[in-house]
């Protein structure tokens, strides 16, 4: 069940190369970019559809940072603290990360 949302990313992916290239390759080659934005902000009927495309990425984007971050930390209390992120939640060594900010 997890990797259904893999598939979700793939269409939503999928979906914006083919939105992109269908209006791209219509358009004028060095204009192409900022008519295609232009075109987007202006039609009120995709301003909806903006907003929820850069609300997506936005979120991939976090989503992304905080794998990162909690890597780093776990490294970095791994190696330098001695401590593990596997020890009871109670224990006053436990490494402080984004989901266990305490």
């Known amino acids: 069940m997890p990797y259904v949302y893999h598939y ?3 269409f939503v992916i999928y979906s914006l ?3 992109f290239y269908d209006h791209y390759c219509k358009l004028d080659y060095l204009n192409g970019f900022k008519a295609l934005i232009m075109y987007y902000i202006l039609n ?3 301003v909806w559809l903006l907003i929820i495309i850069i609300l997506f990425w936005m979120s991939l984007w976090f989503l992304f940072l905080k794998t990162i971050i909690n890597s780093v930390l776990y490294v970095y209390h791994a190696v330098f603290d001695g401590s593990s992120p596997k020890q009871d939640l ?3 060594n436990y490494p402080i990360s ?3 900010p305490c």
């Open 98 to 100: 984004i989901d266990n």
């Open 44 to 46: 009120i009927e995709n």
């Open 90 to 92: 109670k224990h006053k």
């Open 8 to 10: 979700y990313y793939l």
């Open 17 to 19: 190369c083919k939105i």
